[in-house]
């Protein structure tokens, strides 16, 4: 891949079990990316935080353990997004959920971020376990989402993050407990401070969630309640809370 001669980058890939990253770094072994145990239990979010202080000169690649590329040549193709559009601070990738069925189909897990109901919400399936959504209809990926467009949030997972635009945000918000819309409120405060945020037509799958068996799991469901109530209160009053998606002309 060729980079340009002030662009470093640096992958990083956070993880919680030893079996779920041996496959992981046979499939990227040509990102270098640097991979690093959650020992402490912090989350995932606390994580990227904490390996991209470790980078101080870098711009940031975040991929998850439990991703895989779609097609070769994927992450040049970020790479010449991130170079095409330099108003923009952070660019999320297309996500995508293998279906099981005989069609070869893929549903779309998120295409970026929006807000229903004054919540948060993606673009396309949301969390996608044993082959259903688990909040909305299914998605399929027929290409309705392969333009350039400027959204509202984007999930930390499959997305390039610009030195500067983490360095104008700063650290996550400490007062959400585990990691419940600290990714929203993250890029909110980005939004805020000026940053742009793209979704980009780059493909890569992410088996979201497929260790997690307890969705109803009492104390998740208390901290997620509490994190959205915090989110909801803290931009209430902000123009930035609400659904953005804006096709970029020249994309």
């Known amino acids: 891949m060729t980079l340009k001669k002030d662009q470093m980058v640096k992958v990083i890939v956070p993880y919680v079990y030893e079996k779920e990253i041996i496959e992981h770094k046979n499939t990227f072994w040509y990102l270098d990316a640097h991979y690093e145990q959650d020992i402490a239990g912090i989350g995932s979010d606390l994580m990227f935080q904490k390996m991209w202080k470790q980078f101080p000169e870098h711009d940031i690649f975040i991929l998850h353990a439990d991703m895989g590329p779609h097609h070769d040549g994927w992450f040049e193709e ?8 330099p108003e923009a ?23 970026g971020g929006k807000f229903t109901n004054n919540r948060p919400d ?3 399936s949301g969390l996608v376990l044993e082959n259903k959504a688990q909040f ?13 467009r400027e959204v509202a ?13 983490i360095n104008s945000v700063g650290d996550f918000d400490a007062s959400y407990e ?4 600290r990714d929203v409120d993250y890029c909110l405060q980005a939004r805020e401070s000026g940053q742009k945020i793209y979704n980009i037509p780059v493909r890569l799958y992410h088996h979201e969630s497929r260790d997690n068996k307890k969705l109803k799991d009492e104390n998740k469901l208390l901290m ?4 959205m109530k915090r989110l909801q209160t803290k931009w209430a009053n902000s123009k930035f809370y609400k659904t953005l998606d804006r096709v970029i002309k020249n994309g």
Not at 89 to 111: H, R, S, T, V
Not at 153 to 165: A, D, P
């Open 78 to 85: 970020v790479l010449k997004y991130v170079d095409k559009y």
């Open 178 to 181: 585990w990691t419940y819309n």
């Open 89 to 111: 601070g952070m660019f999320g990738c297309l996500l995508l959920y293998p279906a099981k069925n005989d069609k070869d189909e893929y549903y779309i897990q998120c295409a």
């Open 136 to 148: 909305k209809e299914l998605e399929v990926d027929t290409g309705q989402y392969d333009n350039v």
């Open 122 to 124: 993606h673009f396309g």
């Open 224 to 227: 997620e309640t509490r994190n």
């Open 153 to 165: 949030w984007t999930t930390f997972g499959g997305c390039y993050l610009r030195r500067s635009f």
